[in-house]
Nanobody, 121 residues
């Protein structure tokens, strides 16, 4: 059983900061946390930031310069540092991983349960 557990969400004022964490656990041939997505009420889930195993990163235009994604492979954890938060950043944030149960398995998408980020004065 593979699990992705997100933490670090909360309520913050505009201009504030939060750091989200996503930790993978369980048994599989490989678990690769690939990035963060978010879904605001009434909107589709959208990509926020991705990171490769080698550390290459990619960001949505709306968060460039404000958010930073990083990983600690020893802890099987990916972080999302969010600075200069805006009300438009309010959403449920989900982490995404590719899980290969065996070396012959091409892999499947796994999602965490989500963590709520609310930006409001």
């Amino acid at each position: 059983q593979v699990q992705l557990v997100e933490s670090g969400g909360g309520l913050v004022q505009p201009g504030g900061s939060l750091r989200l964490s996503c930790t993978a656990s369980g048994s599989a041939f490989s678990i690769s946390i690939r990035g963060w997505y978010r879904q605001a009420p009434g909107k589709q889930r959208e990509l926020v930031a991705t990171i490769t195993g080698g550390g290459s990163t990619n960001y949505a235009d709306s968060v460039k310069g404000r958010f930073t994604i990083s990983r600690d492979n020893a802890k099987s954890t990916v972080y999302l540092q969010m600075n200069s938060l805006k009300p438009d950043d309010t959403a449920v944030y989900y982490c995404n991983a590719l899980v290969r149960r065996t070396m012959w398995n091409p892999g499947a998408d796994y999602w965490g349960q989500g963590t709520q980020v609310s930006v409001s004065s």
